[in-house]
């Protein structure tokens, strides 16, 4: 689903992502871990190509990511969501919805039932300025969810989240699993992580640490903060 | 193709609707229109000069051309204004990271940024053209239909305008966009008016392609784009048309150079 072939990227004389190769398989539940200034929302930016690389080549489901095919059957969640503050939340996801040219009825119909998924119903047609950022955080994860995506790229989608919030992010995400979606994580909260995913990488430095199956990464009487701590610390 | 035009045009109605929704672009809009709705006592009363009564015509004719030429230019001014910053909102607010991903290139949002400002600042004066066309027909019965072509002429003029805004806005703050295009402007009717008095001037008629020359040539022509488009409110015949299209065809080369520099630059932009 997701390639990654000795990708760098180089900000002036910085490297912020060295020499990473990595590969997300169709239905996996992938989690891009790594402290901050890691190289994560580099590599997320590169996959959409919101920033050019300087070297290596990426893809999903095959196709370059410099296509902007490539993000046909993909729905993101950046790790900050705006939404323009004079929008309704129901006007914005009609919005993602026209922009993947679905249809007026086919829109509204999907916008109602995400607007019930991320448990949004009766504020979804007010302004968008008076939203908290739980609430932005939300309507962005159904934003993403909008014309049902094969793959979820989410920048620490719990951001803003309170306790019952982030439990029940976990939930819907815990649900997707079920319908066969990608899911590619870049998160801060570990032990969600531990929960929700099948593999990991840790990245530091740009640099990939390592990638493998959460069940081996984490061995017996471990936590997965323990295995980050142990790999970032050297 | 149809997926391609699609896109541009979603992106061209949400470019409208945003700018319409912004409180300074309404009371813009009301100021100038209340403003061009007080030119309508210009067309009033009898005007004498040394004791002779001027032809009603004659100052149809002069006013409706110097409200055509101030209204074009304070459009200009004010399409700078609202185009200087609609890069910025839309990364500020989460737009430009909710259009690209999905699957829309840059071309097919430059573009329809471009033709939403385009569409909206053409309309913004042809409204304001239109109140004069109508005061004059309805309060002279006098017709002028070549006022109309005139202010979609001058629409080439808002263009350059837009796509300088748009790629100055990716290299500078906004504000120094808009001056950098204000400047321009002003550039381009000084150069007209310079060499407009050099051609009459004795001094200076047989000097050449002076540096203003060369300006007055290739330099964004649109005080020139106005003129011509001017002598469709007086009404040219065709070969007339002919004689003064260089302007047209000047701004029509500027906007397509500098479109492409806008399409080029904001491909390398990063995109928050």
Request: charged fraction near 15%; hydrophobic fraction near 50%.
């Amino acid at each position: 689903m997701i390639e990654l072939k000795n990708v760098t990227k180089r900000y002036g004389s910085l490297v912020a992502v060295d020499d990473v190769s990595f590969s997300v398989k169709k239905g996996e539940y992938f989690a891009l871990l790594g402290p901050n200034g890691a190289g994560k929302t580099t590599i997320v930016k590169m996959l959409l190509d919101f920033t050019q690389r300087t070297s290596g080549s990426l893809s999903i489901n095959g196709i370059p990511c410099t296509n902007a095919a490539s993000r046909a059957a993909v729905g993101y969640l950046a790790e900050n969501y705006h939404i323009p503050p004079y929008l309704s939340g129901w006007r914005y996801l009609l919005r993602c919805a026209e922009l993947l040219n679905i249809k007026r009825s086919d829109a509204q119909e999907q916008c109602r039932r995400i607007v019930g998924i991320i448990g949004m119903q009766g504020r979804e047609h007010t302004k968008a300025g008076t939203y908290s950022k739980g609430m932005i955080q939300r309507f962005g994860l159904g934003a993403a969810l909008v014309g049902n995506p094969k793959l979820l790229i989410l920048d620490e989608p719990t951001s803003g989240l309170d306790p019952i919030g982030i439990r029940e992010i976990r939930q819907l995400l815990e649900s997707l699993k079920s319908q066969g979606m990608t899911i590619f994580l870049n998160s801060h909260l570990l032990s969600e992580v531990e929960k929700i995913c099948d593999n990991a990488a840790i990245i530091n430095l740009g640099k990939l640490l390592v990638k493998d199956k959460i069940s081996t990464l984490v061995k017996e009487g471990d936590s997965l903060e323990d295995v980050f701590i142990r790999y970032v610390k050297g | 193709m149809s997926k391609t035009f699609s896109a541009i045009i979603n992106i061209v109605k949400y470019t409208i609707t945003d700018e319409v929704r912004q409180k300074s672009f309404i009371v813009m809009l009301v100021v100038s229109v209340i403003f061009v709705f007080l030119v309508r006592g210009c067309y009033q009363g009898n005007y004498m000069v040394n004791g002779h009564e001027l032809d009603a015509e004659a100052i149809v004719a002069t006013v409706s051309k110097v409200a055509f030429h101030i209204i074009t230019i304070a459009v200009m001014l004010v399409t700078a204004l609202f185009s200087m910053r609609v890069f910025k909102r839309d990364r500020d607010e989460g737009m430009q990271s909710c259009i690209f991903s999905k699957p829309i290139t840059r071309m097919q949002y430059v573009v329809g940024k471009i033709s939403g400002l385009w569409v909206l600042s053409s309309f913004f004066m042809f409204l304001l053209h239109a109140i004069i066309f109508l005061t004059v027909l309805l309060r002279l019965n006098i017709v002028m239909p070549g006022y109309l072509v005139a202010s979609a002429i001058c629409s080439f003029n808002l263009l350059f305008v837009v796509i300088s805004v748009l790629l100055f806005s990716l290299i500078m703050p906004d504000i120094a966009a808009f001056l950098c295009v204000t400047g321009i402007v002003i550039v381009s009717f000084a150069a007209e008016w310079i060499f407009a008095i050099s051609r009459y001037s004795p001094v200076t008629a047989h000097s050449g392609s002076t540096g203003w020359g060369i300006i007055y040539y290739l330099w964004p022509k649109l005080s020139g784009l106005q003129n011509f488009a001017s002598l469709f409110i007086a009404g040219v015949d065709g070969t007339q048309v002919f004689a003064y299209i260089y302007p047209l065809i000047n701004v029509i080369i500027c906007c397509l150079i500098l479109g492409a520099l806008l399409f080029w630059r904001f491909r390398n932009e990063d995109i928050i």
